[in-house]
């Protein structure tokens, strides 16, 4: 049903690698060693879901590029403890740390990950496109041995621009040699990969694997990465 598709761009993290629960990991992690329950966080739970809070409002901030990369990881950290009033830059810096460091070696995909990639990459090009931050997306790819599939990676870091911005998209295609309308993305973000993707002249996927999510125009929706066998 798509046309002329040469290129496919995956999005990262809540694509493809299960952000959520790689995070959630280390922050119960985290909650163990650094005895957090003796310092008054009531309960992991409580831990994840407000850094969870607190973590979307910074990363949003950093997206629009109101925030550094510095404040966003380890500002988000001192935040979390302040709210359960614990006042330590200090204990947030080596929680921040000990999240950045770890938490790329956390190997936990989509269902049907490798299976999908396997067979479109007998078709297609296959590609990443993510703001997530250089370093650490590339830890990610190879621990989860997903490396292998993809003919580039762009982070925004490299293409000095954040998906929605047009200018992320522009870079890709020069980096890979593609023309907008060979190029499809498939992404968990209705404005950074949806809208952004439209915007660049691109076809795009749009995944949303916990049903969150009214239909976006011009796009297909899938629930479940094995859909794009009927798509693509
Ligand atoms: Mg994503």
Request: glycine fraction near 6%; aromatic fraction near 12%; charge should be negative.
């Amino acid at each position: 049903m798509y046309k002329n598709i040469k290129h496919v761009f995956f999005d990262l993290d809540r694509t493809l690698w299960d952000f959520k629960s790689n995070s959630r990991e280390v922050l119960t992690e985290i909650y163990n060693k650094m005895n957090l329950a003796n310092r008054g966080v009531r309960s992991v739970m409580d831990f994840i879901t407000t850094y969870e809070r607190i973590n979307e409002q910074m990363w949003e901030a950093y997206r629009t590029g109101n925030l550094s990369k510095e404040k966003l990881r380890y500002g988000r950290f001192e935040k979390v403890l302040l709210i359960f009033g614990i006042q330590s830059d200090s204990l947030g810096v080596e929680i921040g740390k000990y999240y950045i460091e770890h938490s790329p070696y956390k190997v936990g995909l989509f269902d049907h990950s490798h299976e999908i990639l396997e067979y479109l990459s007998k078709k297609y090009e296959l590609h990443i496109i993510t703001n997530g931050f250089e370093e650490v997306q590339h830890v990610k790819l190879k621990e989860s041995k997903l490396l292998d599939y993809f003919k580039s990676i762009i982070t925004s870091e490299a293409a000095a621009a954040k998906k929605p911005d047009i200018k992320i998209f522009k870079y890709s295609e020069e980096q890979t040699g593609a023309k907008s309308h060979e190029c499809i993305i498939i992404g968990d973000d209705v404005v950074a990969d949806i809208e952004g993707g439209k915007n660049a002249g691109w076809k795009a996927i749009h995944f949303d694997p916990h049903r969150e999510h009214e239909k976006v125009a011009d796009a297909n929706t899938i629930y479940h990465l094995s859909e794009l066998e009927m798509l693509l």
